[in-house]
Nanobody, 116 residues
Framework: QLQASGGGLVQSGGSLGLSCAAS????????MSWHRQTPGKQRELVAS???????NYAISAKGRFTISRDNAKNTMYLQMNSLKPEDTAVYYC????????????WGQGTLVTVSS
């Protein structure tokens, strides 16, 4: 089970941090990620991080967002800087266990609103 938190209202150019707490150990064999979705659009990947710390970012997030994780706390983070109105969305955290068979989980969304 994943619990996302940290969304809110921020002005353009501001910063916001999101957290995603997992109810189980996340120390190995998984990839965690942040996705976002706006009404009428498909959910899109923002950033991902493997249990080994390998990160991947969407072009829109590179240079502004930083994904990280603390395996000891079973928590993933997303630090968002230089926010733009187009970053407004519901942000979801996800986890894919790269075991056999694989399994995937979503947290509930947290709304981020960036005002211009």
């Amino acid at each position: 089970q994943l619990q996302a938190s940290g969304g809110g209202l921020v002005q353009s150019g501001g910063s916001l941090g999101l957290s995603c707490a997992a109810s189980e150990r996340i120390s190995s064999n998984n990839v965690m990620s942040w996705h976002r979705q706006t009404p009428g659009k498909q959910r899109e990947l923002v950033a991902s991080i493997s249990s080994g710390g390998i990160t991947n970012y969407a072009i829109s997030a590179k240079g502004r967002f930083t994904i990280s994780r603390d395996n000891a706390k079973n928590t993933m983070y997303l630090q968002m800087n230089s926010l733009k109105p187009e970053d407004t969305a519901v942000y979801y955290c996800g986890l894919v266990r790269t075991t056999t068979p694989p399994s995937a989980y979503w947290g509930q969304g947290t709304l981020v609103t960036v005002s211009s």
